[in-house]
T-cell receptor, first 113, second 113 residues
Framework: NAGVTQTPKFQVLKTGQSMTLQCAQD?????MSWYRQDPGMGLRLIHY???????DQGEVPNGYNVSRSTTEDFPLRLLSAAPSQTSVYFC????????????FGQGTRLTVV | AQSVTQPDIHITVSEGASLELRCNYS??????LFWYVQSPGQGLQLLLK??????LVQGIKGFEAEFKRSQSSFNLRKPSVHWSDAAEYFC???????????FGTGTKLQVIP
């Protein structure tokens, strides 16, 4: 099993550019989440999804969009990148039938200049 | 709303010394509690978890944690620290039902010879 796969691993954007961070899981998990990690602030929830077609906002959703057309994929879109979005982004998935833990991808390090 | 507090931002211990990392949580019902470790440039790896039952849980790499409901705490311990334990440690609380996981701000562990 590959688990949770995030691409790309690194990305540099110019202010105002848009891009999509990809996240795919092969564990058939219903729940998927996006977090951003900033020094001294831990992991903060951006958006999450409880199943295909259902998404909701976390604590820091502004400037980000998500969609969930399939169980496997949960892409995160930056509409117009800003320097404040420079961060490390983690995707996670959790089983809905057996809540044991969150399985994380390796992260995407994004720099907005 | 659920929340997690890790009061120590940075801890330095000597190799071979014992370790205790503090975690306090706020949650309305019986929580699902986790400790994750993050090595530099890596994703998060689960160390241990508590759902119910025995309040002392054993994890990987020789770590253990004790759930104390009266103190709303879930402190992580290790009897003898190794240099390879240097990393950042995150405590997290989970809510069953929609599998939302809230993380603390992390404690960075430095191990000195």
């Amino acid at each position: 099993n590959a688990g949770v796969t995030q691409t790309p691993k690194f990305q540099v954007l110019k202010t105002g550019q848009s891009m999509t961070l990809q996240c795919a899981q092969d564990m058939n998990h219903e729940y998927m989440s996006w977090y951003r990690q900033d020094p001294g602030m831990g992991l903060r929830l951006i958006h999450y999804s409880v199943g295909a077609g259902i998404t909701d906002q976390g604590e820091v959703p502004n400037g980000y969009n998500v969609s969930r057309s399939t169980t496997e994929d949960f892409p995160l879109r930056l509409l117009s990148a800003a320097p404040s979005q420079t961060s490390v982004y983690f995707c996670a998935s959790i089983s809905s039938t057996r809540f044991t833990e969150a399985f994380f991808g390796q992260g995407t390090r994004l720099t907005v200049v | 709303a659920q929340s997690v507090t890790q009061p120590d931002i940075h801890i330095t211990v000597s190799e071979g010394a014992s370790l205790e990392l503090r975690c306090n949580y706020s949650y309305g019902a019986t929580p699902y509690l986790f400790w994750y470790v993050q090595s530099p440039g890596q994703g998060l790896q689960l160390l241990l978890k508590y759902f119910s039952g025995d309040t002392l849980v054993q994890g990987i790499k020789g770590f253990e944690a004790e759930f104390k409901r009266s103190q709303s705490s879930f402190n992580l311990r290790k009897p003898s620290v190794h240099w390879s334990d240097a990393a950042e440690y995150f405590c997290a609380v989970g809510a069953i039902g929609y599998q939302k996981v809230t993380f603390g701000t992390g404690t960075k562990l430095q191990v000195i010879p």
